[in-house]
């Protein structure tokens, strides 16, 4: 019977089967199996890597890059930021300010003063010059410049991050201002780092050499060592401002540490489902949502099949089930297609070779056992002889 036969194996333009595509976990497992004294997924991936652009380290120590120069630390104007300025006992110049859309602050009878991507301290040493040099005081008033609200900043990011695009980071819509705490002055934000970023980015794909992004601001580029933000260390979360660029290199290839949840990580992976193996009768009751269902960031295929109601039931008629893994390689954009026999995952030593780990927006389909499918094809056709039987 044609309903019967052993399906056809997926067909791939990348090389998969032989772990030549975006994971080597990809590959089919060996036949027959096998336990391997060692996994070498990681180590394939490991071999196709080029060397780290900022200096020596494999994800796990080693030699660093070095700080963020000093320009680039602390908590920097951009344009839309609201300040609040004052001298004591002059009613000419303290009142609220914003910065321009130029980058600058224009207080009366000054000349523009350069306020983006300056610190406040910065930005009060030119208030004060200004102020005398335009005869208004005789020596340096006494000035206080204090940050009232942070306006978004809109940053372009690019690079080996799973969505590059330009987006509009920190900021607080109207409607959730929070009034007593802009009243209070001495506003801060973490709402602008680059982490942030790179989270709106969709978060940095396996394949990214975090020890040199590269960030460009006002024509000068300035090497970031992001390493440990992955590692669970200190790194340099610097502050964004409007018009900022942040690339992020590749390494070509599959670096299975960079897998795990951080502040720089995708926040968890969209993955779209689909489960009609028995004996669910449909997605809403295996408590399927209607498109797609989140699992964290590191999640292996196999987590995901349990996770979708794809393994256990009898096993007369449930051990034989597949489930078919659908991706797309982040660098080639070219699709892929892995299949998975769950009761051969189950009994493999050296199971983890073969469990790719999940990125945004993959698929899993769910196939049933040859005995459910043969009991399925008798259900239809005794559907079909009862209704003609009735005509």
């Known amino acids: 019977m044609t309903a019967c036969a052993p399906p056809r194996s997926p067909a791939n333009l990348e090389p998969a089967a032989a772990g030549g595509a975006y994971q080597a976990q990809y590959r089919d497992p060996e036949r027959p199996r096998e336990a391997q004294p060692l996994l070498r997924s990681a180590q394939m991936n490991a071999a196709r890597c080029l060397p780290f652009a900022g200096g020596a380290g494999d994800g796990s120590g080693g ?30 110049f303290t009142d609220e300010y ?29 208030i004060r010059s200004g102020l005398v040099d335009g005869g208004f005081y005789t020596e340096d008033p006494t000035v206080s410049l204090l940050v009232e609200d942070f306006a978004a900043a809109r940053v372009a990011i690019s690079g080996a991050v799973f969505e590059p695009k330009t987006a509009d980071i920190g900021g607080v819509p109207g409607d959730q201002v929070d009034v007593r705490r802009q009243g209070a002055l001495g506003d801060s934000t973490e709402g ?58 590749t390494r070509d290839c599959f670096q299975d540490w960079m897998l795990a949840p951080g502040p720089i990580s995708p926040p968890g992976v969209s993955l779209y489902l ?11 009751p295996s408590a399927i949502g209607q498109t797609v269902r989140q699992v964290p960031y590191g999640t292996r295929f196999m987590q995901a099949v349990v996770d979708s109601n794809c393994v256990g039931g009898a096993r007369a008629t449930s051990a ?21 026999g769950i009761e051969d995952m189950r009994a493999r030593a050296e199971r983890d070779d073969y469990d790719p780990y999940l990125l945004p927006g993959d698929a899993i389909a769910c196939y049933d056992s040859t005995i459910t499918n043969i009991t399925e094809v008798g259900r239809v056709l005794g559907i079909v002889g009862a209704v003609t039987l009735l005509k």
């Open 63 to 92: 030699k660093l890059g070095g700080r963020a120069p000093a320009s680039l630390r602390g908590e920097l104007l951009s344009r839309g930021d609201l300040l609040d300025l004052r001298l004591p006992e002059d009613e000419t």
């Open 192 to 249: 602008r780092n680059i982490s942030v970023a790179l989270r709106a980015a969709g978060g940095v794909r396996p394949d990214a050499d975090l020890s040199a992004v590269r960030l460009t601001r006002g024509g000068t580029n300035y090497r970031l060592d992001l390493r440990g933000a992955l590692e669970g260390r200190s790194f340099d979360d610097v502050m964004l401002i409007s018009g900022d660029e942040v690339h992020v290199p």
């Open 98 to 126: 914003v910065v321009s859309r130029d980058g600058t602050l224009k207080l009366p009878y000054l000349t523009p003063i350069p306020a983006q991507g300056r610190s406040t301290r910065d930005v009060m040493g030119a």
């Open 274 to 284: 689909s489960n009609l193996t028995q004996p669910a009768t449909g997605n809403a």
């Open 320 to 340: 034989h089930r597949s489930a078919a893994l659908f991706s797309r390689n982040p660098v080639t954009k070219v699709s892929v297609v892995i299949e998975r």
